[in-house]
């Protein structure tokens, strides 16, 4: 075996430095790289290894531990000092070591042998002997071991504590021998040989118990001598007890003693607070430890942490079950030992209180350590861990017999005064009452009878406060007996217990549940004290008694506030008094079960008493019995508290018993007393009613029989009545009618259970429901309007009345008989005024007058009436409408309304519907009367009345728009106004009207959508249905709309039949067009026939609603709604299919079956059918015709025949459309109608029609026709028709007069017979002749053409074809011989053309030329459409000019005037007003071949040609057809020279139509190098740049068409112009100079509309590409140009100094530079110019400011400080230029004087002083009047001047301060001589500081120095004058003068 021996140890050098405590964490292994290694090496081996490891391994193994011990053992220390300190401590160490001695006989030394064994062969020997058998020799080695653990107890050998260790993970059974467990716990004891300083090393002590631990894991049992050296170390250093790495193994020896731990939060002691028990016994370094036994000490606790058993350390089990009683005995006999020793109360041990801490699971130690307590946690340095024990004694306290009732006793009597100490008193308390359920009442009965015991400890209240809040639920209960226990004593403990109960509460702060507490003292005890009780009566008052008082204890400050803020109206803290009402209410619900129940069980009270019980708990008593006994409540407080106890609600339960208590015969209350209780708690819990909360809510309705009950007459038992005789059911007359009031008011707070039973079952109090519902009290009530019903109610309670009275009479005469053997007679009656019949059930009953008038005061006081009105369900109010008509009138609904109080939300919505038509009836008559005299009174009144109308419409628009609406109250709304809707009355149907436009249109304003105004198209359908716009707009905006769409629909369906009024019937059918719901078939179908009868029946509505059609919107609208619902319907008929049933049988008669050509089938009413034909002769709407046409398609399809009828009850065929129909079509304007009616007619058919009136003249025509085919095919029929031929003659005249033509043949007929007038009628046949038309053809066949000579005047023939002022009887009879003879002319010279020989001037030319002029003059545009109108006659000569045209194409100037006329023509005839015709189709295809057929000879001319497609507007494909052309031209090389004048004028044209061709036409013209000069292009693109700004450019005069060159609006063309530009130019300015400067800096004139110049968007892109682009030279000479002598005014200011600021700015000037600047760089003069151009620099920024000066004064002025540091940048090369240019302004002020120029002159000279003040010394006059320079730009020298000024002011008493202050004073003066207007701006400052100064007597003000700064002040304004007069130094002035004068009068 290669084993490492030990190295030999060198001791360190003197100068080590000696190490402190180790670190805390886990083992961090320091030292090189090998030592690491080693130490990896060393944990791996510490892992548990498997038992059959070979025995290589092992020997490896070990090993390596010796290395790893040599290793650890490198830095060894040398011992400070090896003998012991000779000290009182050491001495008290040798004591406390004999102690442990004298107090631990039975721990035995070891008994075993040990044989000792080098440590490194530990391992191998433990495996020989394990292999051997040789179990004495394991034990003895193992001893071994130990002893040099415990001789080496300080510095243990690493190689052997490691190996135990090791052998305890794999064999921890070796350890579990008897010497060895003796051995090992010999280390657990303390040497006595070691010193008291060196407590020895816990490392032993720790790896013993690791070892024990190891060993008895598993096992149950453990050894005694475990507790022992557990208790030994406890009471002594406690060295490995509160180890944590120990924590396992000790916490399973703590088994023994079954004590609950406080957890480790609850424990006051820490770690760092005990002493022992750590690595190091202190904050210094242990002498005896090395830092070699601080890196053994890391290393075990870090195998400890890896260690995967510590990882998860097991529960403790129990390990002492069976030694429990011997370990008992031992512990409590150690203890004992200790407590009873005479010892000082210092020398108390802590250890001791830590122990006792621990074994607090027994009852004796508990007793023996609460009786030290008090006396331990007085002790400063036993206070913690007396803390902890006493914690423990109170977790532990958990038995609950007689031990622990005395140490709950003990600790009650517990004083502490510490906050502290009390905190944690409380705490225990409460793990006290956690311990054992029976320990609160245990510990609530000791606080208390501690409290009324002589010795009362002040903390009491605080423990009982502890208690309550820890069981708020069963504390006050165990309270409460405690409080039971003490009335019980034969000693009145009344008043002691009414103020320790004050006191209880007023401590614990109103924190008890006092329903509990009352509950528990009315609990019933079974125990004998209770029921042997001598004073049993006086209990029970005394108990009754106390329950007053704890309910009036339930008064907090915030139930008091709340209530004294009810009673002065505020609404605060109300959950705090509900809570507090509903506690008290709860509480007397108890009080009155225990009364019922428990009270009787325990003592048969007196009637008296018990009666006061009764009414003391319910606080119905006199006052003066709740505070008899010790005057409380105080005097100040006493009838608040008992009214705020009394007026609580009232429970169900609480009443029913009272009526139980008066039902029953036991109890001493009777029946009269009890319903007089509840009578007065019933109406004294009425009287609290609010809204948050239930004051009397009862469920039962058997509290009506009970009440009921409570009334009825019981005869005397002991009377005998006859057999077989039933006595009537009577009640006492009194009682009866207090029952029916009783009734009522319980009826009106639960109306859904108990209001629904007496509305059903009990008319007597139905009838007083209603009488306080309707505030009538009269009999019969007024809610009967039938005058029969009332005299029925009357003489039936005639009947019932004297029914009643014989009753009573024969059941008195009954008692009589039995008893006193008298005869009763009415007069001698008793019981005839005393009784009534009880039938609750029967008739109603009239009333008393006083329980009328007592009915009345309740519902004035209770507002019973107006509760049961806020009952929706069940709804009684309701009810009561519906029963009466509505015809009959409801005042009391008026005066319900008006009493609700706001509160509308209680009344059904049909109440307030009538409320509010009630009102609308009546305001016409209220307005008029409104302007008489009325009384103050009647104004209130009636201004009342219309708030609650304002009031009521916005209950109303809030059921139907707000955010709570739904579909039932929508309904109901809505179904009440619109029923009325069609009521057979007018003013019904009025008010209804009214009360819908009402509910619905202020609604939609009030949702803050505002009407807006009508448009102009639909003014007239606005204006004619303004008055409906509630219906149209306002009832579909409603959210709950399509719940009422159908109901809706119906009303108005039946409405329509009904109402009278046209405009009224125009809304309604509007609205059914558009909402009604036709998802059913039957539905569209009901609605068609119901709109059908109106058209058709309702003949007179329909000529109201039609008859202005043609002005009328209104009308129009209807039509549109009437086609739109017809149409829907034929379209969805035709849809149905044939077998589908559509109309019921009985309906069948009157339903025709029609089949239309197309094979679509239909079955409709006839009545829908004459419907839409009368709807189609009223013509198409104007609105669309749509639907018109697609109607008039489906009935009379043209050139198709019309659908046939059939009946469908006979299915014979029916006659569509009847005679009275067709005249109605023949009347109408539409042509298919009058076709159709015509068709098939009889003669006699048509002599009808045609005597008919109304008819128009073209149906007439038609008519006349008509008669003329009669004639010529049955003339003989028709003449027999012929009534009287004259009037028939006489009437085709008229006709014809009228214009209709036709009816030659008719008349000829009629005047054959008819001689006498047929002379008188030849005269004006040919003017009424229909004839004379087509017969001007037969003369102009054969008429003499006129031949045109070369002097006519073709213009004005031109007129006479086309006149242009036609009058409406023109014909074309003088205008077609005129136009053929120009035709004639044309032909023949187009003929000679053609031959070659042309005339000139020819009548082409002239014609041409004659229409050019007329075209040019005003009336172009009047003969152009005259042309279009007789296109006939306009085309042909057109035609003719265009084929002249074609023969002549070298005439140029034929050809561009022709082309000319075209154009204009065509710009005429393409205004959308005019509708497209053959005139201008034929001038469009002219113009198309004319520019196809036309080719570019050269560039100019086409240029020419397209500047007059442009100028006219031409056609674009000719101006896109020349562009192409013309680039053609340019790219063949062609080039030719072309005015840039020309060109100009063709790019403007083509910009102003937004041409796309621009583009291509500019590259092509500047891409041709021959085109222009070289300076061409730009000046083109100049030119039309500057048109923006309406400049001409200096390119020539106007063009001679007339097309000048006016501004044009660029718009996105300017894009593409300015790249042109930069292209053609980068420079911008250097081909055109002049043109170009002015397109950059010129002055924009201003424009209409336009307040200021207008600047081009391209500008600034143009400035900047010359600044960044452009060379030196040509920037120097723009700078020149902008600022010479010779520059242009109209250069706009503002660009060019943008310009010259941007020539500063340029990046070139500024590359190779440092980027970084420096901090005290001087700025460079980068734009250096002359004085002159100084000037004009100056000039510029005025001119600029002048320019802004609309804008108002403050922008010019901003705007010159803008500018400022321009001009100062460019003056800095020297002084002069300043001088020149301030010389400059100087002589433009005086020049200009006080003028808008001379204002900014003034302020930019100011500037300039201000930042150039040494420029200008004196300072001039002008800049002293200047104003506006106090507030100026910031000056250089304000800050010196502010520094001078505040140097003034400073009165600090050195000789330095004043001589800076004469310092500042001479600058100041200087200042103001020099420069007053700079000093000037300071002076507000300067009146600032004289503040705050003149408060002082003179003497202090003069020794503080303020007067010296009073005389500078006061000498520098004296040198200030007269500039400090001026206005804008005033008040800073003033302020200055307030304080001398301040100063002069002194404090």
């Known amino acids: 075996?290669?084993?490492?021996?030990?190295?030999?140890?060198?001791?360190?050098?003197?100068?080590?430095?000696?190490?402190?405590?180790?670190?805390?964490?886990?083992?961090?292994?320091?030292?090189?790289?090998?030592?690491?290694?080693?130490?990896?090496?060393?944990?791996?081996?510490?892992?548990?290894?498997?038992?059959?490891?070979?025995?290589?391994?092992?020997?490896?193994?070990?090993?390596?531990?010796?290395?790893?011990?040599?290793?650890?053992?490198?830095?060894?220390?040398?011992?400070?000092?090896?003998?012991?300190?000779?000290?009182?401590?050491?001495?008290?160490?040798?004591?406390?070591?004999?102690?442990?001695?004298?107090?631990?006989?039975?721990?035995?030394?070891?008994?075993?042998?040990?044989?000792?064994?080098?440590p490194a062969v530990l391992l191998d020997e433990i495996e020989a002997a394990e292999l051997e058998?040789?179990?004495?020799?394991?034990?003895?080695?193992?001893?071994?071991?130990?002893?040099?653990?415990?001789?080496?107890?300080?510095?243990?050998?690493?190689?052997?504590?490691?190996?135990?260790?090791?052998?305890?993970?794999?064999?921890?059974?070796?350890?579990?021998?008897?010497?060895?467990?003796?051995?090992l716990c010999s280390l657990l004891r303390r040497d006595a040989s070691i010193n008291f300083k060196a407590k020895g090393n816990s490392l032993v002590s720790v790896l013993a118990c690791s070892l024990l631990m190891a060993a008895y894991e598993e096992d149950e049992n453990w050894p005694e001598i475990f507790v022992k050296v557990y208790i030994e170390d406890s009471l002594g250093e406690r060295i490995w007890v509160d180890s944590p790495?120990?924590?396992?193994?000790?916490?399973?020896?703590?088994?023994?003693?079954?004590?609950?731990?406080?957890?480790?939060?609850?424990?006051?002691?820490?770690?760092?607070?005990?002493?022992?028990?750590?690595?190091?016994?202190?904050?210094?370094?242990?002498?005896?430890?090395?830092?070699?036994?601080?890196?053994?000490?890391?290393?075990?606790?870090?195998?400890?942490?890896?260690?995967?058993?510590?990882?998860?350390?097991?529960?403790?089990?129990?390990?002492?079950?069976?030694?429990?009683?011997?370990?008992?005995?031992?512990?409590?006999?150690?203890?004992?030992?200790?407590?009873?020793?005479?010892?000082?109360?210092?020398?108390?041990?802590?250890?001791?209180?830590?122990?006792?801490?621990?074994?607090?699971?027994?009852?004796?130690?508990?007793?023996?350590?609460?009786?030290?307590?008090?006396?331990?946690?007085?002790?400063?340095?036993?206070?913690?861990?007396?803390?902890?024990?006493?914690?423990?004694?109170?977790?532990?306290?958990?038995?609950?017999?007689?031990?622990?009732?005395?140490?709950?006793?003990?600790?009650?009597?517990?004083?502490?005064?510490?906050?502290?100490?009390?905190?944690?008193?409380?705490?225990?308390?409460?793990?006290?009452?956690?311990?054992?359920?029976?320990?609160?009442?245990?510990?609530?009965?000791?606080?208390?009878f501690n409290e009324l015991s002589n010795a009362r400890n002040p903390n009491n209240m605080q423990t009982l406060y502890a208690v309550l809040q820890h069981s708020s639920a069963q504390a006050p209960k165990f309270l409460a007996m405690v409080f039971q226990d003490l009335l019980t004593n034969k000693d009145d403990y009344l008043r002691a217990s009414r103020a320790l109960l004050r006191e209880i509460i007023k401590q614990t702060k109103h924190e008890i549940n006092f329903q509990a507490f009352c509950l528990g003292l009315m609990q019933e005890r079974k125990e004998p004290q209770y029921l042997d009780m001598e004073f049993k009566e006086r209990f029970v008052v005394h108990i009754t008694d106390v329950l007053a008082v704890s309910m009036m204890l339930g008064i907090t400050a915030q139930v008091k506030e709340a209530g004294i803020a009810w009673d002065k109206g505020e609404k605060k803290n109300l959950e705090v008094l509900r809570s507090f009402q509903n506690q008290i209410a709860a509480i007397q619900r108890d009080a009155v079960w225990w009364l019922h129940t428990v009270v009787p069980s325990i003592s048969k009270l007196a009637p008296k008493d018990y009666v006061h019980c009764l009414h003391k708990v319910l606080f119905t008593e006199q006052p003066e019995t709740y505070y008899k006994w010790d005057n409380w409540p105080p005097e100040s407080d006493r009838n608040f508290f008992l009214r705020l106890c009394s007026e609580v609600p009232i429970l169900e339960d609480t009443l029913m018993r009272i009526l139980v208590i008066g039902l029953s015969r036991?109890?001493?209350?009777?029946?009269?007393?009890?319903?007089?209780?509840?009578?007065?708690?019933?109406?004294?819990?009425?009287?609290?009613?609010?809204?948050?909360?239930?004051?009397?809510?009862?469920?039962?309705?058997?509290?009506?029989?009970?009440?009921?009950?409570?009334?009825?007459?019981?005869?005397?038992?002991?009377?005998?009545?006859?057999?077989?005789?039933?006595?009537?059911?009577?009640?006492?007359?009194?009682?009866?009618?207090?029952?029916?009031?009783?009734?009522?008011?319980?009826?009106?707070?639960?109306?859904?259970?108990?209001?629904?039973?007496?509305?059903?079952?009990?008319?007597?109090?139905?009838?007083?429901?209603?009488?306080?519902?309707?505030?009538?009290?009269?009999?019969?009530?007024?809610?009967?309007?039938?005058?029969?019903?009332?005299?029925?109610?009357?003489?039936?309670?005639?009947?019932?009345?004297?029914?009643?009275?014989?009753?009573?009479?024969?059941?008195?005469?009954?008692?009589?008989?039995?008893?006193?053997?008298?005869?009763?007679?009415?007069?001698?009656?008793?019981?005839?005024?005393?009784?009534t019949s009880l039938e609750p059930q029967g008739p109603p009953r009239r009333p008393p007058p006083h329980v009328l008038d007592q009915v009345k005061g309740l519902n004035q006081s209770l507002r019973l009436g107006h509760l049961l009105c806020r009952s929706r369900n069940p709804d009684f109010l309701l009810n009561i409408i519906q029963r009466q008509a509505s015809s009959q009138s409801m005042p009391w609904l008026a005066d319900l309304v008006q009493s609700s109080e706001g509160s509308l939300d209680v009344l059904p919505v049909q109440c307030l519907c009538e409320f509010l038509l009630h009102d609308a009836a009546d305001e016409p008559a209220s307005g008029e009367e409104e302007e008489e005299g009325e009384s103050r009174e009647q104004k209130a009144k009636k201004r009342q009345r219309q708030q609650k109308q304002r009031q009521l419409l916005g209950r109303l628009q809030d059921l139907l728009l707000g955010p709570r609406a739904d579909e039932q109250t929508t309904c109901e709304v809505l179904d009440y106004f619109l029923r009325r809707l069609g009521s057979s009355q007018v003013a019904s149907r009025v008010l209804a009207t009214k009360g819908l436009s009402l509910v619905l249109s202020e609604g939609s304003l009030r949702d803050g959508e505002e009407k807006e105004p009508p448009t102009e198209e639909d003014s007239g359908d606005t204006d004619a249905l303004q008055g409906y716009q509630w219906l149209l707009r306002d009832l579909p905006r409603l959210p709950l709309f399509d719940s009422v769409r159908t109901t809706t629909a119906l009303a108005l369906q039946q409405a329509i039949h009904m109402e009278t009024d046209p405009q009224t019937i125009s809304a309604y059918l509007v609205y059914l067009s558009q909402h009604t719901p036709v998802e059913e078939q039957s539905q569209h179908s009901d609605l068609a026939l119901d709109v059908a009868r109106l058209i058709v029946e309702r003949s007179t509505i329909m000529s109201h609603l039609f008859s202005k059609r043609s002005c009328g919107a209104r009308s129009d609208a209807v039509l549109a709604a009437l086609l739109?619902?017809?149409?829907?319907?034929?379209?969805?008929?035709?849809?149905?299919?044939?077998?589908?049933?559509?109309?019921?049988?009985?309906?069948?008669?009157?339903?025709?079956?029609?089949?239309?050509?197309?094979?679509?089938?239909?079955?409709?009413?006839?009545?829908?059918?004459?419907?839409?034909?009368?709807?189609?002769?009223?013509?198409?709407?104007?609105?669309?015709?749509?639907?018109?046409?697609?109607?008039?398609?489906?009935?009379?399809?043209?050139?198709?025949?019309?659908?046939?009828?059939?009946?469908?009850?006979?299915?014979?065929?029916?006659?569509?459309?009847?005679?009275?129909?067709?005249?109605?079509?023949?009347?109408?304007?539409?042509?298919?109608?009058?076709?159709?009616?015509?068709?098939?007619?009889?003669?006699?058919?048509?002599?009808?029609?045609?005597?008919?009136?109304?008819?128009?003249?073209?149906?007439?025509?038609?008519?006349?026709?008509?008669?003329?085919?009669?004639?010529?095919?049955?003339?003989?029929?028709?003449?027999?028709?012929?009534?009287?031929?004259?009037?028939?003659?006489?009437?085709?005249?008229?006709?014809?007069?009228?214009?209709a033509s036709g009816g030659q043949t008719f008349h000829s007929l009629l005047t054959a017979s008819l001689p006498v007038r047929r002379d008188s009628t030849e005269a004006p046949k040919p003017k009424s002749s229909p004839e004379q038309p087509p017969g001007q053809g037969r003369p102009r066949a054969v008429t003499q053409v006129r031949v045109l000579g070369p002097e006519d005047d073709l213009a004005s023939m031109l007129l006479q074809i086309f006149p242009l002022s036609p009058s409406p009887r023109w014909q074309s009879s003088s205008?077609?011989?005129?136009?053929?003879?120009?035709?004639?002319?044309?032909?023949?010279?187009?003929?000679?053309?053609?031959?070659?020989?042309?005339?000139?001037?020819?009548?082409?030319?002239?014609?041409?030329?004659?229409?050019?002029?007329?075209?040019?003059?005003?009336?172009?545009?009047?003969?152009?459409?005259?042309?279009?109108?007789?296109?006939?006659?306009?085309?042909?000569?057109?035609?003719?000019?265009?084929?002249?045209?074609?023969?002549?194409?070298?005439?140029?100037?034929?050809?561009?005037?022709?082309?000319?006329?075209?154009?204009?023509?065509?710009?005429?005839?393409?205004?959308?007003?005019?509708?497209?015709?053959?005139?201008?189709?034929?001038?469009?295809?002219?113009?198309?071949?004319?520019?196809?057929?036309?080719?570019?000879?050269?560039?100019?001319?086409?240029?020419?040609?397209?500047?007059?497609?442009?100028?006219?507007?031409?056609?674009?494909?000719?101006?896109?057809?020349?562009?192409?052309?013309?680039?053609?031209?340019?790219?063949?090389?062609?080039?030719?020279?072309?005015?840039?004048?020309?060109?100009?004028?063709?790019?403007?044209?083509?910009?102003?139509?937004?041409?796309?061709?621009?583009?291509?036409?500019?590259?092509?013209?500047?891409?041709?190098?021959?085109?222009?000069?070289?300076?061409?292009?730009?000046?083109?693109?100049?030119?039309?740049?500057?048109?923006?700004?309406?400049?001409?450019?200096?390119?020539?005069?106007?063009?001679?068409?007339?097309?000048?060159?006016?501004?044009?609006?660029?718009?996105?063309?300017?894009?593409?112009?300015?790249?042109?530009?930069?292209?053609?130019?980068?420079?911008?300015?250097?081909?055109?100079?002049?043109?170009?400067?002015?397109?950059?800096?010129?002055?924009?004139?201003?424009?209409?509309?336009?307040?200021?110049?207008?600047?081009?968007?391209?500008?600034?892109?143009l400035l900047a590409l010359l600044t960044h682009q452009s060379n030196w030279s040509t920037l120097h000479q723009c700078i020149h140009i902008l600022l010479g002598k010779n520059r242009e005014q109209r250069f706009d200011p503002s660009a060019s100094l943008d310009f010259l600021w941007a020539c500063i700015h340029i990046p070139r000037i500024w590359q190779g530079r440092d980027q970084r600047t420096p901090q005290k760089r001087r700025e460079e003069l980068v734009l250096r110019v002359q004085a002159p151009e100084l000037i004009g620099l100056a000039e510029l920024i005025l001119a600029e400011a002048e320019a802004r000066s609309q804008d108002g004064d403050s922008s010019a002025c901003s705007l010159l400080q803008a500018r400022l540091p321009l001009l100062l940048s460019c003056c800095r090369g020297g002084d002069e230029g300043v001088r020149k240019v301030t010389a400059h302004l100087t002589s433009c002020i005086q020049q200009w004087a006080d003028s808008m120029l001379g204002r900014h002159c003034r302020d930019l000279l100011v500037y300039l002083y201000l930042q150039r003040p040494d420029l200008r010394v004196p300072v001039p006059g002008v800049l002293l009047h200047s104003e506006g320079a106090a507030s100026s730009s910031v000056c250089k020298l304000d800050g010196l001047i502010h520094r001078f000024v505040t140097l003034l002011a400073d009165t600090s008493d050195s000789r330095a301060a004043e001589n800076r202050v004469a310092d500042a004073n001479v600058a100041c003066r200087k200042l103001a001589v020099a420069h007053p207007i700079l000093l000037l701006r300071h002076l507000p400052m300067i009146a600032a500081l004289l503040h705050g100064r003149s408060h002082l007597n003179f003497q202090e003000f003069r020794q503080q120095s303020h007067l010296t700064f009073f005389l500078h002040v006061l000498g520098i304004l004296e040198l200030l004058q007269p500039h400090v007069f001026q206005s804008e130094h005033q008040g800073a002035l003033w302020d200055c003068l307030l304080s001398f004068l301040r100063l002069l009068l002194g404090p």
């Open 245 to 448: 790495h120990c924590k396992t193994f000790v916490d399973n020896i703590q088994t023994a003693f079954n004590t609950k731990m406080p957890p480790k939060s609850v424990l006051l002691q820490g770690e760092a607070g005990r002493s022992g028990g750590e690595l190091s016994a202190g904050s210094s370094p242990h002498p005896s430890l090395t830092e070699e036994e601080d890196s053994q000490t890391e290393l075990l606790i870090a195998e400890e942490k890896l260690s995967p058993d510590q990882e998860g350390q097991p529960m403790p089990r129990p390990r002492y079950e069976e030694l429990a009683e011997s370990v008992e005995e031992y512990v409590l006999d150690v203890l004992r030992d200790q407590l009873t020793r005479r010892q000082p109360i210092d020398s108390v041990s802590r250890n001791l209180l830590r122990l006792l801490t621990s074994t607090c699971g027994y009852k004796e130690v508990r007793l023996m350590a609460v009786q030290k307590l008090e006396m331990w946690l007085q002790n400063p340095k036993l206070t913690r861990p007396a803390q902890d024990l006493l914690m423990s004694v109170c977790m532990n306290c958990g038995t609950h017999g007689p031990e622990d009732v005395d140490v709950i006793s003990h600790l009650i009597k517990i004083r502490l005064k510490p906050k502290v100490l009390l905190n944690h008193y409380t705490l225990c308390v409460r793990e006290l009452l956690n311990a054992h359920r029976d320990n609160l009442g245990t510990t609530i009965k000791f606080v208390i």
């Open 133 to 183: 058998g040789n179990d004495d020799r394991l034990e003895g080695v193992l001893c071994g071991a130990v002893k040099q653990l415990k001789v080496t107890r300080a510095k243990p050998d690493s190689t052997l504590y490691l190996s135990l260790m090791y052998l305890a993970k794999i064999k921890p059974n070796i350890f579990a021998t008897e010497g060895v467990i003796e051995a």
């Open 1124 to 1299: 739109s619902i017809f149409s829907r319907h034929v379209q969805r008929m035709r849809k149905s299919k044939e077998g589908e049933e559509v109309y019921s049988w009985s309906e069948s008669q009157d339903q025709v079956f029609l089949r239309w050509t197309s094979g679509e089938t239909a079955t409709m009413h006839i009545l829908v059918v004459h419907a839409m034909v009368i709807l189609l002769t009223l013509g198409p709407p104007r609105a669309g015709d749509g639907e018109f046409q697609a109607l008039l398609d489906i009935w009379f399809p043209e050139k198709k025949p019309l659908p046939t009828a059939f009946l469908v009850d006979t299915s014979e065929e029916a006659l569509l459309l009847p005679d009275w129909l067709k005249l109605r079509m023949i009347r109408s304007e539409v042509p298919r109608l009058v076709d159709a009616a015509l068709q098939d007619l009889e003669p006699q058919q048509l002599l009808l029609f045609v005597q008919s009136f109304g008819i128009p003249v073209s149906s007439m025509s038609k008519l006349l026709q008509y008669l003329d085919q009669a004639v010529a095919h049955d003339p003989q029929t028709l003449e027999q028709n012929i009534m009287d031929k004259n009037y028939m003659a006489h009437l085709v005249e008229v006709q014809h007069e009228r214009g």
């Open 1375 to 1661: 205008a077609r011989p005129v136009a053929l003879a120009l035709q004639q002319a044309l032909g023949r010279e187009l003929a000679r053309v053609r031959q070659g020989s042309p005339e000139v001037p020819g009548v082409a030319v002239r014609l041409l030329q004659a229409l050019a002029t007329l075209l040019n003059s005003p009336h172009g545009g009047a003969l152009v459409m005259v042309m279009h109108q007789n296109h006939f006659l306009a085309c042909p000569l057109m035609r003719q000019l265009c084929q002249y045209q074609r023969c002549v194409p070298q005439d140029t100037g034929f050809s561009s005037r022709f082309l000319k006329v075209l154009v204009q023509t065509l710009q005429w005839l393409d205004s959308p007003a005019v509708e497209a015709g053959p005139l201008q189709a034929q001038l469009k295809l002219f113009a198309a071949q004319y520019s196809a057929r036309r080719r570019i000879s050269d560039v100019r001319s086409g240029f020419l040609h397209l500047a007059e497609a442009l100028t006219f507007r031409g056609d674009p494909e000719v101006v896109s057809s020349t562009i192409r052309a013309i680039a053609a031209t340019l790219k063949s090389g062609e080039g030719c020279d072309v005015e840039p004048e020309l060109i100009s004028k063709v790019l403007r044209g083509l910009v102003a139509v937004r041409s796309p061709h621009l583009e291509e036409l500019l590259a092509a013209i500047f891409s041709a190098a021959s085109t222009f000069p070289a300076s061409g292009p730009v000046s083109v693109v100049s030119s039309l740049l500057l048109q923006e700004k309406g400049e001409p450019p200096a390119l020539g005069k106007q063009d001679s068409d007339g097309c000048s060159l006016e501004a044009v609006w660029l718009g996105p063309c300017s894009g593409l112009l300015v790249d042109w530009l930069e292209m053609l130019d980068p420079e911008v300015v250097s081909s055109c100079p002049d043109l170009q400067q002015r397109l950059l800096f010129s002055q924009s004139t201003k424009g209409k509309g336009h307040p200021g110049p207008q600047v081009p968007s391209f500008r600034p892109y």
């Open 1 to 118: 075996m290669n084993r490492a021996k030990p190295t030999t140890v060198r001791r360190p050098s003197a100068a080590a430095k000696p190490s402190g405590h180790p670190p805390p964490g886990d083992f961090i292994a320091l030292g090189s790289k090998g030592q690491a290694t080693e130490s990896k090496t060393a944990s791996t081996l510490l892992k548990p290894a498997p038992s059959s490891l070979p025995s290589e391994r092992k020997r490896d193994a070990a090993a390596a531990l010796a290395g790893a011990s040599a290793l650890t053992g490198l830095t060894k220390r040398p011992k400070l000092s090896s003998t012991p300190p000779l000290s009182a401590l050491g001495r008290l160490a040798e004591a406390a070591v004999a102690e442990k001695r004298a107090i631990s006989p039975s721990i035995k030394e070891p008994s075993v042998v040990p044989i000792e064994v080098p």
């Open 666 to 835: 036991e109890l001493p209350l009777g029946p009269a007393d009890a319903l007089e209780l509840a009578d007065h708690l019933v109406k004294r819990a009425a009287a609290v009613q609010a809204d948050d909360v239930e004051v009397l809510k009862v469920e039962r309705i058997q509290l009506i029989d009970a009440v009921l009950n409570l009334c009825t007459y019981h005869h005397p038992e002991n009377i005998q009545l006859p057999p077989g005789y039933q006595p009537p059911n009577l009640a006492i007359s009194t009682l009866y009618w207090k029952a029916w009031p009783l009734l009522l008011v319980i009826a009106a707070f639960n109306p859904e259970n108990i209001g629904l039973a007496a509305w059903e079952e009990y008319p007597t109090l139905k009838m007083l429901m209603e009488m306080v519902m309707t505030n009538n009290y009269s009999y019969p009530p007024c809610t009967l309007t039938d005058e029969e019903t009332r005299t029925e109610m009357v003489t039936r309670e005639l009947q019932v009345s004297q029914r009643e009275k014989q009753e009573i009479l024969a059941f008195e005469g009954h008692l009589a008989a039995a008893s006193t053997k008298q005869t009763i007679t009415e007069s001698s009656s008793l019981l005839l005024s005393q009784l």
